[in-house]
């Protein structure tokens, strides 16, 4: 057997992996990671000078202790409610949860709050791929849907107050969020329906426009006159996500990770059980017979890119109601993470949510190495991006074996007739 065959045999097998398979394989690959991030911390340990070792291997001193970095990184996210005195390895049996440990931290609400908004991401970029699209331009989308919501909700607010208030300008906004980013989206859209442009060119292209944009609104026209940053003036909290149980401070709300939990399943409903998702799922597997089934090709392209802006518009809108409170320049890079979750996710709707929470507890994670270990910021880049790629790579590979292989070997249950349902991997 050639090599090629091999390699198409592997990729077949990644194909027709079961749910249960993919989620093995995703473990062992988180597993692999932390092993091959031992390592590392190990090598930069010893390449680096320290007054006292953190720890000693086989009478060898290193600068960094892999374990306390791990325990950071995974446990820090969530507040480490692990007990010091709970120590097995060395004989020690405390209490396992740490005294005084508060579920409400505002570590938790850091990661929770990460993965709230990367969930829209990751749904706005899962869409389109479902579709056979590569919006890569989520970012802009997304600020676009930032940008508007902060603007018109500065108008709006003095007219209403309370908890009806609440109400209608946390709608309004998210309206205006999905309508500004899918209004942004349907650009690319129209240029690839009808034009035959390159989505991935528009949409990057797109992503420099929206910043412009963003940058000279915020930085002339909606400027808050008395701060010297770029930025529009500060909504009321009226306008705002109410915290709920979380202090006002974590910048977190149960109502909008509540909310993005309901688009989930509403999503995956759409992809599924509609017959819009019945295009977009077909349109994506297989375009030519899904256009001599009848389905308008153009249209569809262009639905499934104004309804993937408006996800990532909704995201933004989430952004400056739930963490900012207006609308900033230098919005993070979360429609870019998007791709990543989505592709960790192997653009199932119902695996955005655990994607997302994923990515949310390495960001929010590595600011507690970063804050509480002397391990070089660097390093704890290098670490988080490695953790990414071994998980997201098999997902990767198995997209890629989907598109290239022959359907009678790849995954003859999507070729069914039904229009390639996905039965085990949502």
Same mark, same amino acid.
């Given at each position: 057997m050639?090599l090629r065959?091999r &390699?198409?045999?592997v990729?077949?097998r990644?194909?027709?992996?079961?749910?249960?398979?993919r989620i093995?394989i995703?473990s062992?690959?988180?597993?692999l990671?932390?092993?091959?991030g031992?390592v590392?911390i190990?090598?930069?340990g010893?390449?680096?000078?320290?007054?006292?070792?953190a720890v000693?291997?086989f009478?060898v001193?290193f600068?960094?202790?892999?374990f306390l970095?791990?325990n950071?990184?995974?446990?820090?996210?969530? /507040? =480490?409610p692990?007990n010091?005195?709970? =120590?097995?390895?060395?004989?020690?049996?405390?209490a396992?949860?740490r005294?005084g440990f508060?579920?409400l931290?505002?570590?938790?609400?850091?990661?929770?709050s990460?993965?709230t908004?990367?969930?829209?991401a990751?749904?706005?970029?899962?869409?389109?791929f479902?579709? /056979?699209?590569?919006n890569?331009?989520a970012q802009?989308?997304?600020?676009m849907?930032a940008?508007?919501?902060?603007?018109v909700?500065?108008y709006v607010?003095?007219?209403?107050?309370?908890a %009806?208030?609440?109400?209608?300008?946390?709608?309004?906004g998210?309206? !205006?969020g999905?309508?500004a980013g899918g209004?942004?989206?349907?650009i690319?859209?129209?240029?690839l329906?009808y034009?035959?442009?390159n989505e991935?060119?528009t949409t990057?292209?797109?992503n420099f426009?929206?910043?412009?944009?963003a940058?000279?609104?915020a930085?002339?026209?909606?400027?808050d006159?008395?701060s010297?940053? =770029?930025?529009?003036?500060?909504l009321?909290?009226?306008?705002l996500f109410? =915290?709920?149980?979380?202090?006002?401070?974590d910048d977190?709300?149960?109502l909008?990770?509540?909310f993005?939990?309901?688009?989930? %399943?509403?999503i995956?409903?759409? &992809?599924?059980?509609?017959?819009?998702?019945?295009?977009?799922?077909?349109?994506g597997i297989?375009?030519?017979?899904a256009?001599?089934?009848?389905v308008?090709?153009e249209?569809?392209i262009?639905?499934?890119m104004v309804?993937?802006g408006?996800?990532?518009?909704v *995201?933004?809108?989430v952004?400056?109601l739930?963490v900012?409170?207006n609308?900033q320049?230098?919005?993070p890079?979360?429609?870019?993470?998007?791709?990543?979750v989505? !592709?960790?996710?192997?653009?199932?709707?119902?695996?955005?949510?655990f994607?997302a929470?994923? %990515?949310?507890?390495l960001?929010? *994670?590595?600011?507690v190495?970063d804050?509480?270990?002397?391990?070089?910021?660097?390093?704890v880049?290098?670490?988080?991006?490695?953790i990414?790629?071994f998980v997201a790579?098999p997902?990767?590979?198995?997209?890629?074996g989907a598109?290239?292989?022959p359907?009678?070997?790849?995954?003859?249950?999507?070729?069914?007739?039904?229009?390639?349902?996905?039965?085990?991997?949502?």
């Amino acid at each position: 057997m050639s090599l090629r065959d091999r &390699l198409e045999a592997v990729l077949a097998r990644l194909v027709r992996a079961s749910a249960t398979e993919r989620i093995l394989i995703s473990s062992a690959s988180l597993l692999l990671s932390v092993l091959v991030g031992f390592v590392l911390i190990l090598m930069a340990g010893r390449m680096t000078s320290c007054g006292t070792a953190a720890v000693s291997y086989f009478g060898v001193g290193f600068c960094y202790d892999p374990f306390l970095v791990f325990n950071k990184l995974f446990l820090g996210a969530l /507040g =480490n409610p692990i007990n010091p005195d709970f =120590n097995p390895l060395q004989g020690e049996f405390g209490a396992i949860i740490r005294p005084g440990f508060d579920l409400l931290n505002g570590q938790l609400a850091t990661t929770l709050s990460e993965t709230t908004i990367l969930i829209f991401a990751g749904l706005a970029v899962a869409v389109a791929f479902r579709a /056979g699209i590569f919006n890569i331009g989520a970012q802009g989308q997304l600020v676009m849907g930032a940008l508007a919501t902060a603007i018109v909700l500065l108008y709006v607010a003095p007219f209403v107050s309370g908890a %009806f208030g609440t109400l209608v300008l946390l709608t309004l906004g998210i309206l !205006i969020g999905a309508t500004a980013g899918g209004a942004f989206a349907a650009i690319p859209g129209a240029l690839l329906a009808y034009a035959e442009a390159n989505e991935v060119i528009t949409t990057i292209m797109l992503n420099f426009v929206a910043t412009a944009i963003a940058l000279y609104l915020a930085a002339n026209r909606f400027k808050d006159p008395e701060s010297f940053a =770029n930025q529009t003036v500060a909504l009321p909290d009226v306008a705002l996500f109410p =915290n709920v149980v979380f202090q006002p401070r974590d910048d977190f709300s149960l109502l909008a990770l509540g909310f993005a939990i309901v688009l989930v %399943f509403a999503i995956w409903y759409l &992809l599924t059980r509609t017959a819009l998702g019945y295009d977009i799922r077909t349109s994506g597997i297989q375009p030519t017979a899904a256009e001599y089934a009848g389905v308008d090709a153009e249209r569809t392209i262009v639905t499934s890119m104004v309804l993937s802006g408006a996800l990532a518009g909704v *995201g933004g809108a989430v952004y400056v109601l739930m963490v900012l409170g207006n609308f900033q320049t230098g919005v993070p890079s979360y429609g870019f993470d998007g791709i990543t979750v989505s !592709i960790l996710a192997g653009n199932s709707p119902l695996g955005v949510g655990f994607a997302a929470l994923l %990515f949310g507890v390495l960001k929010s *994670g590595s600011i507690v190495v970063d804050v509480g270990s002397d391990v070089p910021p660097q390093l704890v880049g290098v670490l988080r991006g490695l953790i990414i790629l071994f998980v997201a790579m098999p997902e990767f590979f198995r997209l890629i074996g989907a598109r290239i292989l022959p359907e009678n070997i790849a995954e003859p249950e999507q070729a069914a007739p039904d229009g390639g349902e996905v039965t085990d991997d949502e």
